[in-house]
Antibody
Framework: EVQLVETGGGLIQPGGSLRLSCAAS????????MSWVRQAPGKGLEWLSV????????YYADSVKGRFTISRDNSKNTLFLQMNSLRADDTAVYYC???????????????WGQGTLVTVSS | DIQMTQSPSSLSASVGDRVTITCRAG??????LNWYQQKPGKAPNLLIF???RLQSGVPSRFSGSGSGTDFTLTISSLQPEDFATYYC????????FGQGTKLEIK
């Protein structure tokens, strides 16, 4: 059974750093595209980042480029999101999601974690 | 970034109604369009991928159509469990979501 479990959220002061983890089971993280998506309170979904299978190329939304870093640990079958220089508008529930590839880099998110809440506030 | 615009933003309907939600892309995205359902406090759930392909386990009352820039999600006969928020998402160029359509009980 495919499962994704995010951890690492919490309350952090503006300017601080936090690392989110997404532990996967039932499939191999390194063999799949994996993404992070967030949802600010009462708002819609915002895609943040993807790490491709194999070589692990990474891409980011403009809103987090240069501040957030996606990575994975193949030995732990875990995805990470390192978040630096956090701002109040980064407050959101953060989801990791597995992406299935249909063609080229076209993908869709077929499994999601339950989400972890990050609150940026002084 | 490709902007995705859903309409309406909210919708009231009754059990048994046929409902259609529209998603328009800012540029052509071929058929690289997915639809998700999200209930309060839960993660999104994939309904449709590649514009019209039903995800395994999703009831057949859900259907999708469209290509290029204009897409629709149709629920043929609303059930009580369908009241939720629906999002479209493109992955033709990077990935972006529509702003969501909240489907409420009339």
């Amino acid at each position: 059974e495919v499962q994704l479990v995010e951890t690492g959220g919490g309350l952090i002061q503006p300017g601080g750093s936090l690392r989110l983890s997404c532990a996967a089971s039932g499939f191999t993280v390194s063999s799949n595209f994996m993404s992070w998506v967030r949802q600010a309170p009462g708002k819609g979904l915002e895609w943040l980042s993807v790490i491709y299978s194999g070589g692990g190329s990474t891409y980011y939304a403009d809103s987090v480029k240069g501040r957030f870093t996606i990575s994975r640990d193949n030995s732990k079958n875990t995805l990470f999101l390192q978040m630096n220089s956090l701002r109040a508008d980064d407050t959101a529930v953060y989801y990791c999601a597995r992406a299935r590839i249909l063609a080229g880099s076209y993908d869709y998110f077929d499994y999601w974690g339950q989400g972890t809440l990050v609150t940026v506030s002084s | 970034d490709i902007q995705m615009t859903q309409s309406p933003s909210s919708l009231s309907a009754s059990v048994g109604d046929r409902v259609t939600i529209t998603c328009r892309a800012g540029q052509t995205i071929n058929n690289f369009l997915n639809w998700y359902q999200q209930k309060p406090g839960k993660a999104p759930n994939l309904l449709i991928f590649a514009a019209s392909r039903l995800q395994s386990g999703v009831p057949s009352r859900f259907s999708g159509s469209g290509s290029g820039t204009d897409f629709t999600l149709t629920i043929s006969s609303l059930q009580p469990e369908d009241f939720a928020t629906y999002y479209c998402q493109q992955s033709f160029s990077s990935r972006t979501f529509g702003q969501g359509t909240k489907l409420e009980i009339k």
